[in-house]
């Protein structure tokens, strides 16, 4: 299970962090990413670390490069996505998956909601 | 890679069969998943490697195809299957299809 957190609304410039907490499966062997959902559009990818054994890096969308960033806390079972120079086309819902294995997405959150304010 | 969906939209009725077509712009195999979603709701996959049905999903749901090209059909359509479906690939990183919507 995957339950995301930090969802609110922020003014246009300002910063956010989102918190994927995770139980129930071996989080530490899975790399997580992170995708968004605009209001009444498809799911666009946003970026995503991957599990330590491969360095835990970082890779992100053009769109959010350079503003955002990943990271993981194994012992807790927890991910991080902080956003900073929110822009209001960052507004949508945020949701985290879980990979254990090459692309396939294992597992799913239910979303949190981030609205910039412009 | 790019997944184009068609119909962006379709009216059905109970008992009626619907079909979306998914097509990917470089080839998947069958890295290919389906996804429901309800409004305010996660999407919830359906299926996986274009025709593998997820456990507790009704056999109403069959996935097709291979390559670039990719249907999904749903028989003897039921009231809770009024919904938006994605089409998503997963061969190489990940992209989703804008959507099709299946309507009353």
């Known amino acids: 299970q995957l339950v995301e957190s930090g969802g609110d609304t922020v003014q246009s410039g300002r910063s956010l962090r989102l918190s994927c907490t995770s139980s129930g499966f071996n989080f530490g062997e899975c790399a997580v990413n992170w995708f968004r959902q605009a209001p009444g559009q498809g799911l666009e990818w946003v970026g995503n670390i991957r599990s330590a054994v491969y360095g835990a890096t970082t890779e992100f969308a053009a769109s959010v490069e350079g503003r955002f960033s990943i990271s993981r806390d194994d012992s807790e079972a927890i991910a991080h996505l902080d956003m900073s120079n929110l822009k209001p086309e960052d507004t949508g819902v945020y949701y985290c998956?879980?990979?254990?294995?090459?692309?396939?997405?294992?597992?799913w959150g239910q979303g949190t909601l981030v609205t910039v304010s412009s | 890679t790019q997944m184009s969906q068609s119909p962006s939209a379709l009216s059905a009725s109970v008992g009626d069969t619907v079909t979306i077509t998914c097509r990917a712009s470089d080839n998947i195999q069958s890295w290919l998943a389906w996804f429901q979603q309800k409004p305010g709701k996660a999407p919830k996959r359906l299926i996986s490697?274009?025709?593998a049905l997820e456990s507790g999903v009704p056999s109403r749901f069959v996935g097709r195809g291979s390559g670039t090209e990719f249907t999904l059909t749903i028989t003897n359509v039921q009231p809770e299957d009024f919904a938006t479906y994605y089409c998503?690939?997963?061969?190489?990183?990940?992209?989703f299809g804008q959507g099709t919507r299946v309507e009353i």
């Open positions: 998503h690939q997963y061969n190489y990183y990940w992209t």
């Open positions: 490697k274009a025709s």
């Open positions: 998956t879980a990979s254990r294995d090459g692309y396939y997405l294992d597992y």
